[in-house]
């Protein structure tokens, strides 16, 4: 699946499944796994036109939830350290 990013927004329903698929196996939770892939799919609407050509759209979306859920994981460590130095 070989695109530009104009083609991003026709793509993205194919790929919910397998996407939500590996939010499922990296997070370990449904509703973080929902919340994940909506935030990277924002993401990668956003950011369609670094979508190089000739790059797989599948193998770029499964890497901004990857960036997206190792963000998460880093902002939920900081909340928890600061909740209790509180």
């Known amino acids: 699946m070989s695109t530009t990013g104009s083609d991003l927004p026709s793509l993205l ?3 919910l ?3 939500w698929a590996f939010a ?3 997070s ?3 509703h ?3 919340d994940l892939v909506q935030r ?3 993401r990668a609407l956003e950011r369609a036109h670094q979508l190089q ?3 797989s759209a599948l193998s770029w979306m499964f890497a901004i939830v990857h960036s997206t859920w190792i ?3 880093r902002a939920r460590s900081r909340r928890n350290r600061s909740s209790t130095e509180w």
Do not use: F, S, Y
Request: aromatic share 0%; with cysteine; proline share 12%.
């Open 13 to 15: 329903p194919a790929m």
């Open 17 to 19: 499944p397998r996407l």
């Open 24 to 26: 499922l196996r990296i």
């Open 28 to 30: 370990g939770d449904r």
């Open 32 to 34: 973080d796994a929902e």
């Open 40 to 42: 990277a799919c924002v």
């Open 53 to 55: 050509p000739g790059t």
């Open 71 to 73: 963000n998460e994981l």
